[in-house]
């Protein structure tokens, strides 16, 4: 085993470890309203953080990226546009949206439409401003909990709310059951153009149920399946 202290490492080191091997990433495209327009950016930096209300987090670097080792204090636009306006929508990105998807990273001038640029279709929203991409499967209606400056970057950690959510038909069932195969999520890995897509579904059973402390047999069982893999 190679092993590294953080605060030894250079920043474009610690992103390449980070962005390395946290993997897969959900892509989250969020679109924005700003004094021109709608704004489109995608972010991996990006999970559920909690329901009741549905919670989710997005890391923004600051304008010149996280590899500048220093910012010049100017942000990107999806964070200057929520300051402005405190709602967004986010998007699932499929197989099929990934040129689209990448033609909206590119870093335009404030006021550039990426939607317009990448040839997405729109429709208004219902409960909030900013206008959803009608192509993807899932858009997620969201207000603005928060944003937090961390770091020495800093990063811009977005605490969104989701309100309203788009779901296409073939993705969920009758009981919100979301069907993997048919949504069909990119993920991203490290690197320049690295991305995966989720094609090896495999299931475990729950040894026992959540909430309560397993029984004895329960655990003599983990154990034993424990065993099987690698270095058991
Ligand atoms: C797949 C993908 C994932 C990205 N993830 C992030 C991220 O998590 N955080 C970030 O700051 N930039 C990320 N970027 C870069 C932004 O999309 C890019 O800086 C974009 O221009 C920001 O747009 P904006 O200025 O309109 O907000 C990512 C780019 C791609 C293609």
Same mark, same amino acid.
Not at 126 to 131: D, E, G, Q
């Given at each position: 085993m190679v092993e590294f202290t953080a605060a030894d490492l250079a920043v474009e080191d610690q992103y390449k470890l980070m962005s390395g091997a946290i993997i897969p990433r959900p892509i989250a495209l969020t679109v924005t309203l700003g004094s021109d327009g709608p704004n489109a950016a995608p972010f991996s930096f990006f999970n559920c953080i909690g329901v009741s209300p549905p919670m989710f987090m997005i890391a923004c670097s600051p304008k010149t990226g996280p590899k500048s080792g220093g910012s010049s204090g100017e942000v990107k636009d999806t964070i200057a546009n929520l300051r402005h306006h405190p709602e967004m929508v986010v998007h699932i990105v499929d197989y099929e949206l990934r040129n689209r998807m990448n033609a909206c990273a590119l870093d335009y001038?404030?006021? =550039?439409? #990426?939607?317009?640029? /990448?040839?997405?279709?729109? /429709?208004?929203?219902?409960? =909030? !401003?900013?206008?959803?991409? !009608?192509?993807?499967? =899932? /858009?997620? #209606?969201?207000?603005?909990?928060?944003?937090? #400056?961390?770091?020495?970057?800093?990063?811009?950690v977005i605490f969104g709310e989701v309100v309203h959510f788009h779901m296409d038909d073939d993705v969920v069932n009758d009981r919100l059951h979301v069907d993997p195969g048919a949504l069909d999520a990119l993920g991203r890995m490290a690197g320049n153009g690295g991305y995966t897509k989720i094609t090896d579904k495999f299931t475990m059973p729950f040894l026992h149920p959540p909430g309560s402390a397993p029984p004895e047999e329960a655990v003599a069982k983990a154990q034993e399946i424990a065993k099987t893999d690698r270095s058991g």
């Open positions: 001038d404030s006021g =550039v439409n #990426e939607l317009e640029i /990448a040839g997405f279709n729109i /429709a208004p929203s219902k409960l =909030v !401003t900013p206008p959803r991409i !009608t192509d993807c499967r =899932v /858009a997620l #209606e969201s207000k603005l909990i928060d944003i937090h #400056e961390m770091g020495d970057l800093p990063y811009y």
